[in-house]
């Protein structure tokens, strides 16, 4: 499915309060996606703002009459005029194969804010032309790493009728880290741009400050962790009285992800589901390819590897999101694709 890419700025939303510690800048080199189209437009910082996108699937009245607002005429409201509800056109209402790009076209837009706790968070709403669940998914990037370095598996997510902003790291930089001032930062950018239900995700670092976020926003119904790495007793102090749905992902051990650290706080988590992507890398997390410094040792296995990394990561999000429920058939056995995907040895059940 297309992907539209606008680069609208939103104006900086300052809330109330400030944080004596520094805020390191966030590397911006990372491309979302290819051939993709540019839109820019400026802004005055100090003013608050909404983004806006081309694509929209919502409409007060539908021209086919069937009342279900989206056009076709089969009264389902996914648009996509086959009748099953699944948004993908066959009309079988199974589900799809989140190995593979969604069935929705997405579109992009930038924006920045200034949470409670004096964090400058730029990040990316990835919409899809019509969304199959109100939750909402926040996924955080790596260490050194940007949101647009995230940004093709939240594009991959969202082609599955979910909307999902990526959102930056407040203290991203090798002179130090904050991971719980992160995570504060990121539920309260939740809190800020949706009443709704949110799902807390992210990669590597950004995986322990969504869980940090998961633990303290009430507005939290999940978490997914895509390879995430803990940091000394941040997650455990997190793990407190954790009790949401929770499917984590993770590559083979490795020192990217200091071999798979977060595995005791899951443990402690009841009915936490830990599937472990075999032969997968920690940068497969990600996206298929990457250049840098930070995913010189880890650089990404690609091909069905990383497929079967954002395929898992699709699912999860898809279950945890009500975007697709049975979704979970990737993660449990007794399911197809589980038994299959067991049974090839791409991913083996680690909790």
Request: with cysteine; net charge negative.
């Amino acid at each position: 499915m297309p992907l539209l890419r606008h680069s609208t700025l939103v104006l900086a939303l300052s809330l109330a309060g400030a944080c004596g510690d520094p805020d390191p800048s966030t590397d911006e080199s990372g491309e979302s996606s290819e051939g993709t189209s540019e839109a820019e437009s400026t802004g005055e910082s100090g003013e608050a703002s909404s983004a806006s996108t081309s694509e929209s699937s919502d409409a007060s009245t539908s021209a086919s009459g069937d009342g279900d607002g989206d056009g076709d005429g089969d009264g389902d409201g996914d648009g996509d005029g086959d009748g099953d509800g699944d948004g993908d056109g066959d009309g079988d209402g199974a589900l799809p194969n989140f190995e593979m790009m969604g069935p929705q076209a997405v579109t992009v837009t930038a924006g920045s804010m200034t949470t409670n706790n004096g964090c400058a968070l730029d990040y990316e709403i990835h919409s899809p032309a019509t969304k199959r669940t109100d939750t909402v998914v926040f996924m955080a990037h790596g260490f050194q790493r940007s949101v647009e370095d995230q940004g093709p598996m939240a594009s991959h997510v969202a082609s599955f009728g979910m909307e999902v902003i990526t959102v930056s790291l407040c203290t991203n930089s090798f002179i130090g880290v904050d991971h719980a001032r992160n995570g504060e930062a990121m539920a309260q950018l939740g809190q800020a741009l949706t009443s709704e239900d949110r799902v807390y995700s992210g990669f590597s670092a950004g995986g322990l400050a969504a869980f940090v976020a998961a633990s303290s926003d009430a507005g939290a119904v999940g978490y997914v962790g895509l390879d995430p790495v803990d940091n000394g007793s941040v997650g455990s102090d997190a793990a407190s009285g954790f009790t949401l749905e929770t499917r984590v992902a993770i590559a083979e051990p490795g020192q990217c992800n200091s071999n798979n650290n977060f595995l005791p706080v899951f443990a402690g988590i009841e009915d936490a589901r830990v599937i472990r992507v075999v032969g997968a890398a920690h940068f497969d997390f990600e996206q298929e390819s990457c250049a840098g410094l930070e995913c010189m040792f880890c650089a990404p296995a690609g091909g069905q590897v990383h497929s079967m990394a954002r395929g898992m990561v699709a699912a999860g999000l898809a279950e945890l999101s009500g975007a697709y429920p049975g979704a979970d058939a990737w993660w449990y056995p007794g399911n197809e694709p589980y038994n299959s995907n067991q049974g090839a040895g791409r991913i083996a059940a680690v909790q």
